[in-house]
């Protein structure tokens, strides 16, 4: 499937966002059990977010989906310098790990279909 534009800079943005969380933050989700849980849950919510409050939600590349929402999140932080274990960052490790699952597939509320996040 040819990729367009938007997918292009969205899977650009969230390369930048999984780089900016950093290996120390990746690494703290793989050894930390009530992290990952934490970003399970996050994931869960952002997921609902975007299927429920976001008309055509289903018929766009999720990445799109979700560059879009973790910029929105950016954009109004009272956050300026955030760390993987905020709550802020624990938020944007769930896009990331949403847009690596779902890339440009639409999003979907089948939890039964996806892998675990963590």
Avoid at 10 to 32: E, K
Avoid at 52 to 75: N, Q
Avoid at 77 to 99: F, H, I, K, N, Y
Wanted: glycine share 10%; aromatic share 6%; proline share 3%.
């Amino acid at each position: 499937m040819r990729a367009t534009w938007r997918e292009n800079n969205a899977r650009q943005w969230i390369s930048d966002l999984s780089g900016r969380i950093g290996a120390a933050g990746w690494a703290a989700l793989a050894l930390t059990p009530a992290l990952a849980a934490e970003v399970d849950q996050h994931g869960a919510a952002v997921r609902d977010i975007l299927l429920l409050g976001v008309e055509g939600a289903g018929t766009v590349g999720a990445v799109v989906l979700l560059a879009a929402y973790g910029r929105g999140l950016l954009d109004h932080a009272l956050e300026s310098d955030w760390t993987p274990t905020s709550w802020l960052g624990v938020r944007l490790m769930a896009v990331c790990q949403l847009a690596h699952l779902h890339d440009v597939k639409p999003l979907t509320d089948d939890v039964h279909a996806l892998p675990k996040l963590t």
